[in-house]
T-cell receptor, first 116, second 113 residues
Framework: GENVEQHPSTLSVQEGDSAVIKCTYS??????FPWYKQELGKRPQLIIDIRSNVGEKKDQRIAVTLNKTAKHFSLHITETQPEDSAVYFCAASSNAGGTSYGKLTFGQGTILTVHP | GAGVSQSPSNKVTEKGKDVELRCDPISGHTALYWYRQRLGQGLEFLIYFQGNSAPDKSGLPSDRFSAERTGESVSTLTIQRTQQEDSAVYLC???????????FGQGTRLTVV
């Protein structure tokens, strides 16, 4: 089945700096890659996603890049702010057949801390 | 419209008792997922329902765990003979199709004492 590895597990930056979180996946049939932000005590919420037919997607200060050949994708946050501090999870959605079709597998999470 | 709803929000149970957790997905969402999140940890996959297909149960940690879903509506996760290591937040998520966002419920915080 799908395996998603996420790095780093913790990331500390100064306000205004950029933050990059990287994920690799194992199943070449995966075709949808969302990123979720989870604030303390809250539910995970989608911040950006990318499908396998594009290589990059941007939404204001957030961007995601996807390299299908290498099976990795990254989250980029520019001009970080203290309110960006949270746990970030990447995920991969399988397009393989059988019971795993559409299964969402998450990375282990990255604790991002933005210092004022 | 309403989001994904889970009940109860919190549950404290004695070791050895059975518990049942409920998830109401967003109407029309064919896919439903259960995850377990221990304190400070990631999202551990438990089980996945997709329409009328056989569920993917590959993440259930032991035969004490089971889940059901009636059609494309409510799902219940049952933990029998609870153990202290079952203490965690149990999150449910639902999705309209395989290329769209999954929405999470607020979770059920289970504490086994």
């Amino acid at each position: 089945g799908e395996n998603v590895e996420q790095h780093p597990s913790t990331l500390s930056v100064q306000e205004g700096d950029s933050a990059v979180i990287k994920c690799t996946y194992s199943d070449s049939a995966s075709n949808y890659f969302p990123w979720y932000k989870q604030e303390l005590g809250k539910r995970p919420q989608l911040i950006i996603d990318i499908r396998s037919n594009v290589g990059e997607k941007k939404d204001q200060r957030i961007a995601v890049t996807l390299n299908k050949t290498a099976k990795h994708f990254s989250l980029h946050i520019t001009e970080t702010q203290p309110e960006d501090s949270a746990v970030y999870f990447c995920a991969a959605s399988s397009n393989a057949g059988g019971t795993s079709y559409g299964k969402l597998t998450f990375g282990q999470g990255t604790i991002l801390t933005v210092h004022p | 419209g309403a989001g994904v709803s889970q009940s109860p929000s919190n549950k404290v149970t004695e070791k050895g008792k059975d518990v049942e957790l409920r998830c109401d997905p967003i109407s029309g969402h064919t896919a439903l997922y259960w995850y377990r999140q221990r304190l400070g940890q990631g999202l551990e996959f438990l089980i996945y329902f997709q329409g009328n297909s056989a569920p993917d149960k590959s993440g259930l940690p032991s035969d004490r765990f089971s889940a059901e879903r009636t059609g494309e509506s409510v799902s219940t996760l049952t933990i029998q003979r609870t153990q202290q290591e079952d203490s965690a937040v149990y999150l449910c998520a639902s999705r309209e199709d395989m290329n769209t966002e999954a929405f999470f419920g607020q979770g059920t915080r289970l504490t086994v004492v």
